[in-house]
């Protein structure tokens, strides 16, 4: 079942620690068909180095394990809340990525300080509020994707302009179109969570000012907008 998608989610998986993203099976990446209404997710605790794609697990979107042999990602229900909740996005990556996750145990917001974040990032990477005691006793993965998900409500925030995401006191979450569009945002989130550090490690003369609007409206739309114009055009 799925054969195609195990695949594609595997390969997606094993480019976690090629990128450094993740420490021992500290992460996970999943993606979903949407036709038929089910994702597929990186078995739980199983090393990189022993996994193969048949390894990988088949999910309802109710959270239901489908196939597989072994148990699916413990942060699967956070999959399935994001799937539910985000109708657009294909694939998720979750990690404990060194810098993003710094910036997640800050209680913090990633700021917007130039051009390389505004080409992938329409303004600031939100931190998400704590869970409250009650929602990590009732069902804390599946909590964590209801937070996420109504921190974006809340703020007006669209998932497709705004790829990525600190869960508070945790790490990074990021989606894309598929698993491999998942995989470049949270890359590009690490690489701007040690940008950000180090603009703000500076020694400074004056407050940081984070990219003017108008510069952040340029880099994102050039790339994303209606009349996008960086790369080539498909054929």
């Known amino acids: 079942m799925l054969k195609e998608l195990k695949q594609k989610v595997y390969e997606a998986n094993m480019l976690l620690p090629a990128y450094q993203l993740v420490t021992f099976t500290w992460g996970n990446v999943s993606g979903i068909d949407r036709e038929k209404g089910m994702f597929v997710i990186k078995p739980s605790g199983v090393p990189y180095e022993e996994m193969k794609p048949e390894d990988m697990v088949v999910i309802d979107l109710d959270g239901n394990k489908v196939e597989g042999k072994m148990n699916p990602s413990s942060d699967t229900p956070t999959h399935a809340e994001l799937y539910r909740r985000f109708p657009t996005i294909g694939g998720v990556v979750h990690t404990h990525s060194r810098w993003a996750t710094i910036w997640a145990q800050s209680g913090r917001d990633i700021p917007a300080y130039g051009t390389t974040h505004a080409d992938y990032i329409y303004g600031n990477i939100p931190c998400c509020r704590d869970l409250t005691k009650e929602e990590v006793e009732r069902a804390y993965e599946l909590e964590t994707g209801r937070v996420i998900a109504t921190h974006f409500e809340e703020h007006g925030l669209?998932?497709?302009?705004?790829?990525?995401?600190?869960?508070?006191?945790?790490?990074?979450?990021?989606?894309?179109?598929?698993?491999?569009?998942?995989?470049?945002?949270?890359?590009?989130?690490?690489?701007?969570?040690?940008?950000?550090?180090?603009?703000?490690?500076?020694?400074?003369?004056?407050?940081?000012?984070?990219?003017?609007?108008?510069?952040?409206?340029?880099?994102?739309?050039?790339?994303?907008?209606?009349?996008?114009?960086?790369?080539?055009k498909k054929t």
């Open 158 to 232: 669209n998932p497709m302009h705004v790829p990525c995401v600190l869960a508070r006191h945790h790490g990074p979450f990021a989606w894309g179109k598929d698993a491999m569009e998942a995989v470049h945002n949270a890359v590009v989130l690490e690489e701007v969570a040690m940008m950000a550090w180090h603009t703000e490690a500076l020694p400074k003369e004056q407050p940081r000012e984070c990219l003017p609007d108008y510069v952040k409206e340029k880099h994102f739309m050039r790339k994303h907008g209606p009349n996008a114009y960086y790369g080539q």
